[in-house]
């Protein structure tokens, strides 16, 4: 297997205003600017966001081809079909920042019972992330 700096698993995201979600995810979650390519129609082609050693890559909603047969936005769907965890190491910093910026939260944080403290939200266009202070990568004592 090839060696990476980062997460080989990469959560691929559809928005339907990426520029505007691109910056709620950095402002709300602590998401870094990558890469960002415009599609030089308002939109983005493909970006990369990364927060620690991981990273999503995320691209405005297309209206043809293979990709948009395959991938759509939760409001197309009606609902999701992933939701990433996101490891910080201040879940009560983070879900004060949702909160302030209008993400839903639809499970409140809570001390979990395998260690941390976490929340589950949706961002405003209705993508769940789950967000916490565990990190299952930690060695066990």
Request: proline residues 6%; contains cysteine; negative net charge.
């Amino acid at each position: 297997m090839t060696q990476h700096r980062g997460s080989a698993v990469i959560p691929c995201l559809t928005y339907r205003e990426a520029p505007r979600m691109l910056q709620w995810l950095c402002e709300a979650f602590g998401f870094e600017r990558h890469a960002v390519y415009d599609d030089d129609a308002g939109g983005i082609s493909h970006a990369e966001l990364t927060l620690g050693s991981g990273m999503i890559m995320l691209g405005s909603e297309q209206k043809d081809g293979a990709f948009a047969e395959m991938q759509s936005t939760p409001a197309r769907l009606k609902g999701t079909t992933q939701s990433p965890y996101l490891v910080v190491r201040d879940a009560d910093e983070v879900f004060t920042r949702v909160v302030a910026l209008g993400g839903e939260i639809v499970i409140p944080i809570e001390d979990r019972p395998y260690g941390g403290r976490a929340f589950s939200c949706r961002d405003p266009e209705g993508h769940l992330w789950n967000v916490g202070s565990y990190d299952p990568w930690a060695s066990k004592s």
